[in-house]
């Protein structure tokens, strides 16, 4: 994008803001949705076997699930067969879930970012646009006045 008229600085300002904002939200909403899906399948595939090899009957596995997103005492307490230790192991198994379901979103970022690099090397140099000249005095050094009032 290049400006014909100094005046057009504010609105390509603008432009370019808008456009951060709405990649920004998209990516936002990409990653959200893979992060969730991920989480459900990721989650129990870690966490079930490992809570059934630490002794929890097969039949309180989904119990169990719903204790750890509850994440309460309360929760872990309705689970049938469920002790300290199982528990210890579950929670270990779901952090493992979660670090599986974050590569993911993270190998979308490498995407987004290969994106980013083609269309950064594709943009026209602007250099030869680039002066010294400003068009319009703002603000002159020394003149700034500090007041004690509000």
């Known amino acids: 994008m290049t400006l014909k008229n100094q005046q057009d600085i504010g609105t390509a300002g603008g432009v370019s803001g808008a456009c ?7 990516c936002s ?5 893979i992060l969730s899906n991920k989480l459900a399948v990721e989650v129990p595939a870690a966490v079930s076997p490992a809570v059934i090899r630490a002794g929890l009957p097969a039949s309180s596995v989904p119990e169990f699930l719903v ?3 509850a994440g309460t005492p309360a929760a872990f307490a309705n689970v049938p067969g469920l002790n300290a230790t199982i528990e210890a192991v ?3 198994a779901s952090q493992i879930g979660h670090t599986h379901a974050y590569r993911y979103v993270w190998l979308s970022s490498i995407a987004f970012s290969s994106i980013a690099l083609i269309l950064s090397i594709l943009s026209p140099n602007v250099d030869d646009k680039m002066s010294g000249k400003i068009s319009a005095l703002v603000h002159k050094r020394g003149e700034d ?3 004690a009032t509000v």
Not at 29 to 33: L, M, R
């Open 29 to 33: 909403v990409i990653y959200t949705a």
């Open 67 to 69: 204790a750890l997103s």
């Open 90 to 92: 579950g929670v270990r």
């Open 145 to 147: 006045k500090v007041s």
């Open 20 to 26: 951060r904002t709405s990649i920004s939200s998209i």
